[in-house]
């Protein structure tokens, strides 16, 4: 294993161990926070990993962020089948203004966008029968948010931080719900449901854009009262997908990708397993957005619990990349434009929740690829030094069909499973070697 010398450490700022933090009322601790630019220069989201026990209100009041989108996933506290370990109700409240708030009620593992500048809160876990995994994700800097309130007779916005220790002392405006009365059932199941998700051997991703209304799917404590377009088309019941990746990544997985499952995402984001020692990915850059590398314990209620390598090289072209090794929780931010990968998992002896967040609605990638369009000269053909390809979510076709869009069903990922019993059988092999030379 290569040893990372003094010159090559440029991309270390960009590798942030997590810190176990208690966590606060009706959630379970520790807690694992990465706050930003705080913790890693540069970056440009903010992120949590919170499981909730118990019922409890959370944000009391409305507020904003000017500059940032944010997405709540809402998901079963049991990797990786976050369907058959939801049992919870989930009260939200959003909306382009104070006065047009509307009530979101969860019943199922859900991903929420909210817009910047949107009004939202309170967030209130009503029942919380089995642990839900909670994760904000804030797209911006830090979590700053705006508050709209009244201060001697006077409305006003306040900008309240992590470390305001006021935030208590103001009285909020009054804030309105426009469909909390009213509604005594709501039946609708939306534009498809999760037996649509990606799957089957026909490799199609399912028509049109649409993402999914959220949908009635257990006893409820209040009416479900049903939503506007605008809000709707930012609540998305999570597909669950059944692939055929192998054992190192069971299913079924959960995936928000983009906008190929809500219109007009600015993030795609995966919750996977990986079991067993792997290389994912070739070298390659992303151009549209910045790419957050999560690696956790697989348990979220128990984050810290890791025992595995994870080699990850990046840098500033394919072939000048330094490699770090992660023995620990880690959250690592890629820039855009900067080259990473192949990710090898080693020595994985407890499964590794893995995370790739991606801050476009469209992921892509750029990667080296063989010149097929060699050109003449002086009769001779001549290779040029470079070619570049784009793979995306919005080009990506099936190896088997290629009139039909890939699902990422994993009927071609076969190799991978070879490719990592060679190196586990290689890596023991080298093991057993050095144990008797000594």
Same mark, same amino acid.
């Given at each position: ?67 940032? *989108? ?7 506290? =049991? ?14 409240? @959003?909306?382009?203004?104070?006065? $047009? ?79 909390? &009365? ?13 037996? $649509?998700?990606?799957?089957? &051997? ?65 993030? *795609? ?9 792997? &290389? ?26 890791? *025992? ?10 394919? &072939?000048? @990349?330094? =490699? ?72 990506? @076709? ?41």
């Amino acid at each position: 294993m290569e040893t990372v010398s003094e010159e090559k450490l440029k991309y270390a700022p960009m590798y942030f161990p997590f810190k176990p933090e208690p966590a606060g009322e009706g959630c379970m601790s520790p807690r694992l926070l990465m706050r930003g630019a705080e913790d890693i220069p540069g970056a440009q989201m903010v992120c949590g990993f919170i499981v909730v026990t118990d019922p409890v209100l959370m944000k009391e009041e409305p507020h904003y962020h000017a500059d940032a *989108d944010e997405y709540l996933a809402i998901l079963g506290g =049991t990797l990786p089948d976050v369907f058959a370990s939801w049992d919870a109700e989930v009260h939200f409240y @959003m909306g382009p203004t104070l006065d $047009k708030m509307e009530k979101i009620v969860i019943t199922e593992p859900t991903m929420v966008k909210v817009p910047r500048g949107w009004w939202h809160g309170p967030l209130n876990f009503v029942r919380v029968d089995k642990p839900i995994f909670f994760q904000p994700a804030i797209l911006g800097r830090s979590a700053d948010l705006i508050k709209m309130v009244e201060e001697n007779g006077k409305i006003k916005r306040v900008v309240i931080t992590e470390e305001d220790p006021a935030e208590k002392e103001y009285k909020s405006v009054p804030w309105t719900v426009i469909n909390e &009365d009213g509604v005594t059932s709501y039946t609708d199941k939306g534009a498809y449901d999760d037996l $649509k998700a990606p799957s089957g &051997d026909d490799c199609l991703l399912m028509d049109g854009k649409e993402s999914k209304p959220y949908s009635d799917a257990a006893t409820l404590k209040a009416p479900k009262p049903p939503l506007s377009k605008e809000v709707s088309r930012k609540v998305l019941a999570m597909p669950r997908e059944i692939t055929g990746w192998g054992d190192w990544c069971p299913c079924p997985q959960t995936y928000f990708r983009g906008t190929i499952y809500m219109e007009e995402a600015t993030y *795609d984001i995966g919750f996977q397993l990986y079991c067993g020692d792997v &290389d994912a990915e070739v070298p390659h850059f992303h151009s549209s957005g910045e790419e957050y590398l999560f690696f956790m314990g697989p348990d979220p209620k128990n984050p810290m619990d890791f *025992d595995a390598e994870i080699e990850l090289p990046m840098g500033d072209g394919p &072939d000048n @990349m330094e =490699t770090q090794i992660i023995r620990s929780p880690t959250v690592v931010r890629v820039p855009p434009n900067t080259w990473h990968a192949p990710i090898r998992f080693r020595n994985v002896k407890k499964p590794v929740l893995f995370q790739a967040a991606y801050t476009a609605g469209n992921w892509g990638v750029i990667y080296r690829a063989k010149d097929r369009n060699p050109e003449e000269v002086d009769g001779t053909a001549h290779l040029r030094k470079q070619v570049y390809e784009y793979m995306g979510n919005d080009t990506r @076709m099936c190896i088997y069909n290629e009139k039909k869009r890939c699902n990422i069903c994993g009927r071609c990922f076969k190799h991978l499973n070879k490719e990592a019993d060679e190196a586990r059988k290689k890596a023991e092999a080298e093991k057993k070697a050095a144990e008797e030379a000594n």
